[in-house]
């Protein structure tokens, strides 16, 4: 969004309209289907790693075994 903000006010300014001239957007990689599912799997991979941190992290009981977490207090 930064970068349409400053586009926008580069025109205004007076910059040249380079629509249309053969570049790609900033947005082309998106297109790309192997950039997408290489993305997807650093985030299943990074979403992961937290549920572990946050399963290792929970209290431990007298015996060592995970405890479930108590809901309002009970």
Known sequence: MVAAK?????????????????????????????????????AEHAEHAYELMVWQWRPRGRSGARTPQRRNGY
């Open 6 to 42: 400053q586009r926008q006010l580069a025109l205004k300014a007076g910059a040249a309209n380079e629509r249309g001239v053969g570049h790609r957007g900033s947005a082309y990689a998106y297109n790309v289907k192997e950039l997408r599912n290489r993305e997807k799997a650093a």
